[in-house]
């Protein structure tokens, strides 16, 4: 396997590869200087460095530069919110202004050099940040925000000047929230709210205020965190800083775009092996930037499949909309993780019963049937016309008396049932009363789940606003789309939890021999021969079929008889992309003088394409098996991106493809294979043989260690086709191509 291949590297050996790769000497982890247990085998942290926000949130003092109590300037409004908060929090609070002895009766200094203390936090309300930021470091602030706009938001000039502010932030020490923020992490929050909390990031302020609003239904905010531009910190540090909160149940998030993968993935591991659920609504579609179109995997990948395959990888629970964003975050926050997966639709009409029953079951949701002896049981209550397999159809009447609470606590006594959700599509007093109430009382009793979908669009009544919202232990929802959105994230999150191991702890250190063997057959900037690409594959310990590469006809005939007939020629150069559109490839061959042709053909078409030829290989030919692609492409946010999907000819058709961001696990190589639409394949299909999945993903795995190993010095890297065998006789990569960054 290829955890034997390591070698071993001391930590200066190290860090003198890491710098001759064009990449900055070790960084800091856990406020110390990196050492090689720290990094990957390509120089990155593999650990999340947690800021301490402490301060940020909950400061001892603040100063606020441009405080202004003059009307009608837009500072002054800002000022009083910030005084307002200071004395929420139990801040101190120093104005700072050039001109002014006093700003609302508070005595004001004209600089930071001037302040009476050291303050932890300092608001910036200043049309251009960056003068301040030198003068911040001078009176040891340690964090600042600054409100400013006409940074990135506004083009390449405003880049440039973000890219300045976040230099100088860097070198005075100090830690940044903006530029082009707001006050919304200074908004008064509910302080008479129980229970875990929902800690809030946004890009953009006004996105984020639908889950802030949803303290007026009783779900806790505890922080938010309006990161705006991130020049400095982002939304990784907030992920980092709230999963290790202990009020905090769920990190919501609305992200416009990542300013860095490699700190996403590491602060969304950080809060998966603490099991907070992030929930995310991630908008926008990136350029993934300059790709060579050479490759199968180059064109399977985009910037958004690449996001979303490793938001799925580290258990973030990406959602469409704001309302799903509310409904996820507050189910997740408040619930304990489930006695068992089963759930049960429990409703007064049989119509709304199997309406919610279909939609559930094609989300994906398991509904198992009752047993025997339970539906003997509810039949006690309910009318045996009426089933009770699941949903569960009460016919009406029991619910206006004692009979409709025994329904409930029979079913959330069901050992397979760990949720119960029950829709409710309009008010109809006095029996949606009792029945709400009889969910609430019932919920209280028990340790499992309760949803309550109540579909009334006016939402004024009683029973919604009182009795149900009333209640910390009942999920309500106005939708059954968001129900089943949320209660689906729900048992997911805790089953990925229950098995997640961090691939990070897993993840090579030190370059492999392999890695040695390789160098010499890198082109920087160039595209290799499929010969030198068979090269690299086989350095990596990568099955390729028997072949010889051959210059002459003569040289053929007798690779021909010692590779074995039939086989395969191909022209091999380092122009070539697609061998099979150009006919420069010759398949079944099986005769000496089939070969000769053959031979002469294939230089004939290169010499007339003005193609150059390294020589032409001849290939054993491998037929029996299922046609796979494997790949590498390069994504500008996360990085080298391992592919997996349906391969041969039809690869872009079916664009059936699964995508990793290394580093992860054999288990997440399987699981690649079971997101495929086509896996049926490799279990055999009309009476052909299983094939050897296990030879699969162990060439998943050694193309993971390619792409941690090479991923600065490939482009892409493309297996197509890989011929995986019936079982037991492994996997043949029949072709690669390889492009050199």
């Not at 064009?22 to 947690?50: K, W």
């Not at 302020?205 to 965190?225: D, I, K, N, T, Y």
């Not at 063997?517 to 594959?537: C, D, F, N």
Request: hydrophobic share 45%.
């Amino acid at each position: 396997m290829l955890g034997s291949t390591h070698g071993t590297l001391t930590t200066d050996s190290r860090r003198a590869r890491v710098i001759a790769c064009g990449e900055q000497p070790s960084p800091v982890v856990h406020g110390r200087p990196a050492d090689v247990d720290d990094l990957d085998v390509s120089g990155r942290p593999l650990y999340a460095d947690v800021p301490d926000l402490d301060r940020f949130f909950r400061p001892e003092s603040v100063a606020v530069v441009g405080a202004s109590d003059a009307d009608g300037r837009p500072n002054t409004g800002i000022t009083r919110q910030l005084i307002a908060w200071a004395e929420r929090v139990g801040a101190r609070l120093h104005p700072v202004h050039p001109t002014r002895q006093s700003v609302f009766g508070i005595p004001c200094s004209p600089s930071l050099a001037d302040l009476p203390e050291q303050v932890d936090l300092a608001v910036l309300l200043v049309g251009d940040p960056l003068p301040v930021i030198g003068e911040l470091a001078e009176a040891k602030v340690k964090f600042a925000v600054a409100f400013a706009s006409g940074f990135a938001e506004t083009g390449a000039e405003g880049a440039a000047a973000q890219a300045h502010l976040a230099a100088a932030v860097r070198r005075a020490g100090l830690r940044l929230l903006g530029p082009n923020t707001n006050l919304n992490a200074f908004e008064k929050f509910r302080d008479d709210l129980d229970g875990p909390a929902i800690a809030l990031i946004t890009q953009s302020g006004h996105q984020g205020r639908p889950v802030f609003a949803m303290q007026e239904l009783g779900v806790r905010l505890s922080h938010w965190a309006p990161t705006g531009n991130e020049a400095d910190l982002e939304t990784a540090d907030f992920i980092s800083y709230f999963s290790e909160q202990p009020e905090i149940g769920a990190i919501a998030c609305y992200v416009e775009g990542l300013k860095d993968g490699r700190s996403f993935l590491l602060a969304a591991d950080r809060a998966a092996r603490r099991g907070v659920p992030v929930v995310a609504v991630k908008v926008g579609r990136t350029e993934t930037g300059a790709r060579t179109a050479a490759s199968h995997t180059g064109k399977l990948t985009g910037a958004d499949t690449v996001v979303d395959a490793a938001m799925r990888q580290y258990g973030v629970i990406r959602v469409d909309g704001l309302d799903e964003l509310q409904d996820t975050a507050a189910l997740l926050a408040r619930s304990r993780a489930p006695r068992a997966e089963g759930v049960v639709v429990y409703s007064i009409s049989g119509g709304t019963g199997a309406h919610f029953a279909d939609l559930a079951t094609a989300a994906g949701l398991p509904l198992p049937r009752l047993s025997a002896p339970k539906q003997a049981e509810l039949h006690q209550w309910i009318p045996e016309y009426l089933s009770v397999t699941n949903p569960v159809d009460n016919g009406g009447h029991p619910v206006g008396d004692w009979r409709g609470r025994k329904i409930i606590d029979a079913i959330l006594a069901d050992p397979e049932v760990g949720v119960l959700i029950c829709p409710i599509t309009g008010p109809f007093p006095p029996m949606s009363d009792k029945l709400a109430q009889d969910l609430v009382d019932a919920a209280e009793q028990s340790d499992k789940l309760v949803c309550v979908v109540w579909g009334s669009p006016v939402g004024t009544e009683a029973a919604y606003r009182e009795t149900l919202l009333g209640s910390s232990k009942v999920a309500t929802f106005r939708t059954f789309a968001n129900c089943i959105t949320a209660v689906r994230a729900y048992l997911d999150h805790h089953r990925f939890v229950a098995a997640y191991r961090s691939p990070f702890h897993e993840a090579p250190r030190t370059p492999s021999p392999s890695f040695r063997k390789t160098q010499a057959l890198m082109r920087p900037g160039q595209q290799l021969s499929e010969h030198a690409a068979k090269q690299l594959l086989r350095a990596y310990g990568i099955r390729v079929p028997r072949e010889q590469l051959v210059t002459s006809a003569a040289a053929a005939v007798r690779a021909a008889s010692l590779v074995g007939y039939p086989v395969v020629m191909k022209a091999s150069g380092a122009q070539i992309a697609h061998k099979t559109e150009l006919g420069l490839v010759k398949i079944g061959l099986t005769s000496a003088s089939q070969v000769r042709d053959a031979y002469r053909e294939l230089t004939d078409i290169a010499r007339y394409e003005g193609i150059s030829l390294d020589g032409v290989l001849v290939c054993q030919m491998v037929e029996r098996g299922v046609e796979m692609v494997v790949g590498v492409t390069h994504d500008q946010l996360f990085g080298p991106t391992v592919t997996v999907g349906l391969g041969g000819v039809l690869v872009e058709v079916l664009r059936d493809a699964a995508v990793r961001v290394p580093p992860f696990g054999e288990d997440q190589a399987r699981g690649m294979l079971g997101e495929l639409r086509g896996r049926a394949l490799l279990e055999g299909v009309r009476g052909g043989p299983p094939v050897d999945v296990d030879a699969l993903i162990e060439v998943v795995m050694r193309v993971q260690r390619m792409a941690l190993e090479l991923g600065d010095d490939i482009a892409e890297l493309d297996i197509n086709p890989l011929m995986v065998l019936p079982r037991g006789q492994g996997a043949v990569a029949l072709d690669a191509l390889v492009v050199c960054r």
